[in-house]
């Protein structure tokens, strides 16, 4: 199972969200490739935002040696299945995809925690720490009903 997690920079959710998942199939003893990646370049080659590596590093979960990259075409081939973590995520994968998006590889992350209601995972960047905390709770909610669902096939 190969994993993608994107959101807008690569610095803030869909790094937690690597973390996260790795974590959970560490623990569930899956063998699963877990990366993250950004639709803007605006981040790129830098470590998580800190207020993501603390928050994890709280919790257990080492994310300080991830670096951001940007979500590229080939992404579409070489992952099994792509978690876009907001509404606009997944519009720009969508535009950057073309003729490639396929919709049943790529789906919004909240999607199996709450199905048919297309929520995104709020954007922390603007905010202050807690606002990470409230975003780890609802990452890691996201990924445990991620796991849960792809536990059918494993």
């Known amino acids: ?29 899956i063998e699963c490739l877990v990366e993250s990646a950004g639709t803007q370049s605006y981040h790129i080659g830098e470590s998580p935002h800190r207020y993501s590596i603390l928050v994890c590093n709280e919790k257990g979960i080492d994310i300080s040696e991830q670096r951001a990259r940007k979500f590229k075409l080939e992404d579409i081939e070489h992952f099994d299945k792509i978690y876009a973590l907001a509404n ?28 048919n209601e297309n929520r995104s995972v709020k954007d922390p960047w603007y905010g202050n720490l807690d606002g990470y905390y409230e975003v780890f709770d609802e990452i890691k909610f996201g990924c445990e009903a991620i796991l849960q669902y792809h536990k059918k096939f494993v």
Do not use: T, W
């Open 1 to 29: 199972m190969k994993i993608l997690f994107v959101c807008l920079g690569n610095i803030c959710r869909s790094p937690i969200a690597e973390g996260v998942f790795k974590s959970l199939c560490e623990q569930e003893k």
């Open 88 to 115: 606009d995520v997944y519009d720009e994968i969508k535009k950057i995809s073309g003729n490639q998006f396929n919709e049943n590889k790529i789906e919004l992350f909240l999607h199996q925690a709450y199905p």
